[in-house]
């Protein structure tokens, strides 16, 4: 049973008979009393798919819901719903566009080393991999020579993601990006 301050976004936590996974965490350090940091969770139901904010303080004791981590590829969209296939026994998983919608901008059909969350036989969602790499889909012209600088400018992915990149990369470059921070961290290997 880990303590607040060790649960990570991702994680899934058995709390008040409900099985959530966690998605976003602001930690808020009270000012003016003793006493340690405060962790408010915005959590999501997986069986209704409801959205749950709680508060925890750090030293109060969680305890985690069964999951496994399945590896998976995407294989189709069907309207709303994503299908993703484990890639060892070919189960096909399906998730609803509002339970993956931030983790749906780092994935295409290309994408290596994404996992499908499995709660109870159900998939609840995607655990990404550190960095992947997608395709610029549009961006300004690149400038030669422009290297060397620091400056940025956004881009749009194949995926739909918005991210700064710099000056020298050009639509139609592969990079890589860290899905964490949503930063560009380098050009992909050929």
Excluded: W
Aim: net charge negative; glycine share 8%; proline share 4%.
């Amino acid at each position: 049973m880990p303590k607040a301050s060790e649960v990570k976004k991702g994680t899934a936590i058995d709390f008040n008979g409900r099985v959530l996974v966690v998605k976003d965490i602001v930690r808020s350090v009270p000012q003016g009393r003793a006493g340690g940091s405060l962790y408010r969770m915005r959590l999501y139901d997986v069986v209704t798919g409801s959205k749950v904010d709680e508060t925890f303080k750090d030293s109060d004791m969680l305890t985690l819901a069964d999951l496994t981590r399945r590896e998976a590829m995407l294989s189709y969209i069907d309207g709303d719903e994503y299908v993703f296939m484990d890639n060892e026994d070919y189960t096909p998983y399906n998730l609803s566009k509002d339970a993956i919608s931030e983790e749906i901008l780092f994935v295409n059909e290309e994408t290596q080393g994404v996992h499908v969350i499995v709660i109870d036989g159900a998939p609840v969602g995607l655990d990404l991999p550190s960095s992947v790499e997608l395709v610029v889909e549009e961006t300004d012209p690149s400038i030669k020579g422009a290297s060397a600088s620091a400056r940025s400018k956004p881009a749009r992915m194949s995926t739909g993601l918005n991210i700064s990149v710099p000056e020298h990369i050009s639509t139609g470059d592969r990079i890589r990006i860290n899905t964490a921070e949503h930063k560009f961290m380098g050009r992909a290997e050929k």
